[in-house]
């Protein structure tokens, strides 16, 4: 099964989303076949994708969760600004903040799952909400534009206080995500 590792969000943070997806869809005329919106009641923060793993790998990669967030307290980030990802726009999304806890979460993340066989991501952790997947180079022309003329939206504080492990299922009406694991962060300080 495919499964990646995120912190979940709000209603009230999906609620935000939803109302800067319906603004871009508006103002840009943009077909459902040139871009893929993310539903907002599947939009997440991944941490870390995994990829397949195997229903045999499943009970260590969950311990493997359990294990690397145990020294983690809950702390909160600001999710803000947007962007885009590629030239023209491939990804449409909204930034989080690069909080350090957050970062050593996702370094801790890395190390945890290597040795059973999950490599650590080449490319820095860039934390972001996806908006929508670009499907034409004229729709990316269109959103580039576009993200750059819209004020730069600020959703608040996202607390974070629990991980969660989800495997997702591809269907024709687009991914069904479901946690298999959820972490709960400690009240403990790193390195206390």
Not at 149 to 177: A, M
């Amino acid at each position: 099964m495919r499964c990646f590792i995120a912190v979940d969000l709000d209603e009230s943070i999906r609620l935000h989303l939803k109302r800067i997806q319906y603004t871009l869809q508006e103002r840009s005329g943009i077909k459902t076949s040139d871009a893929k919106w993310v539903r907002p009641d599947s939009i997440h923060l991944t941490i870390k994708f995994l990829g397949e793993v195997r229903d045999s790998v499943l009970p260590e990669a969950c311990s493997v969760l359990e294990k690397s967030v145990a020294d983690y307290s809950p702390f909160s980030i600001a999710l803000a600004g947007i962007g885009t990802f590629g030239s023209p726009a491939r990804i449409v999304w909204v930034g989080a903040q690069d909080h350090p806890t957050l970062i050593g979460l996702q370094k801790e993340l890395d190390k945890g799952f290597e040795p059973l066989g999950f490599l650590p991501e080449s490319r820095s952790f860039s934390p972001h909400l996806t908006l929508c997947r670009v499907r034409s180079r004229s729709a990316g022309l269109k959103l580039s534009n576009l993200v750059q003329e819209i004020p730069s939206p600020n959703l608040g504080l996202l607390s974070v206080d629990s991980v969660c492990l989800y495997k997702s299922e591809l269907t024709k009406t687009g991914p069904i995500y479901t946690v298999v694991s959820k972490a709960v962060l400690s009240e403990r300080q790193r390195g206390a």
